[in-house]
Nanobody, 114 residues
């Protein structure tokens, strides 16, 4: 059974940083990329970052490029999303997804507020 479990969310002040984790199980982690998505209030879910199966390639939309860093540790079945210089509009529920499938985690809430 495929499982993806996000953690690391919370309340952070503007300008702060946060690192989210996604621990996967039930499939060969090294053979699939991981995509991070976010669902901001009142908006559709959108891609935040992507990392390839090997962890060597990454991609970001313009909205997160330069502030988010995605990584993948195949030895630990874990992907991370480091978020820097957080802004109130970064507030969202963040999800990880096994790329190319409909396997999603349940999400972790990130709230950026003073």
């Amino acid at each position: 059974q495929v499982q993806l479990v996000e953690s690391g969310g919370g309340l952070v002040a503007p300008g702060g940083s946060l690192t989210l984790s996604c621990v996967a199980s039930g499939y060969p982690f090294s053979q699939h990329g991981i995509s991070w998505y976010r669902k901001r209030p009142g908006m559709a879910r959108e891609l935040a970052a992507w990392v390839s199966s090997s962890g060597l390639n990454t991609d970001y939309p313009d909205s997160t490029k330069g502030r988010f860093t995605v990584a993948k540790d195949n030895g630990k079945n874990t992907a991370t999303l480091q978020m820097n210089n957080l802004k109130p509009e970064t507030t969202a529920v963040y999800y990880c997804r096994r790329s190319g499938t409909e396997d999603w985690g349940r999400g972790t809430q990130v709230t950026v507020s003073s």
